[in-house]
């Protein structure tokens, strides 16, 4: 288990240095992007009180949405990135996190009351 754990937050590491990295297509970064607002967001695309279904968006989505954003970013890149990553931590960023998914949320929401007004 602390395997798993130690691995993981090396490919967090490596995917956070690859969206920095400039080799990296700009699609795989928005791509990166919306996982991670996704992820964090407290609003899902079906709500988890659902039974079954509820859960089955971060089941499903979650991992489909990190697989087409690593099948995205180049091989090389990637290997360049968890190479460095098992040396780099990364500075903690939540006020940024937190500005970032609440600046997108707002958009959103005002752009939904400008269609429905």
């Not at 791509?31 to 859960?55: C, K």
């Amino acid at each position: 288990m602390k395997n798993r754990l130690t691995r993981l937050k090396t490919e967090i590491v490596a995917l956070a240095l690859a969206y920095r990295d400039p080799r990296t297509p700009r699609l795989a970064k928005w791509m990166a992007v919306a996982v991670v607002i996704y992820a964090l967001s407290p609003l899902d695309l079906i709500p988890d009180p659902i039974p079954v279904l509820g859960y089955l968006d971060d089941v499903l989505l979650l991992p489909i949405g990190i697989w087409l954003t690593l099948r995205l970013i180049p091989a090389d890149v990637m290997h360049d990135c968890r190479a460095q990553a098992t040396t780099t931590t990364l500075p903690s960023s939540g006020l940024r996190g937190i500005l970032l998914i609440g600046g997108v949320w707002l958009v959103l929401i005002g752009l939904v009351a400008w269609l429905v007004f």
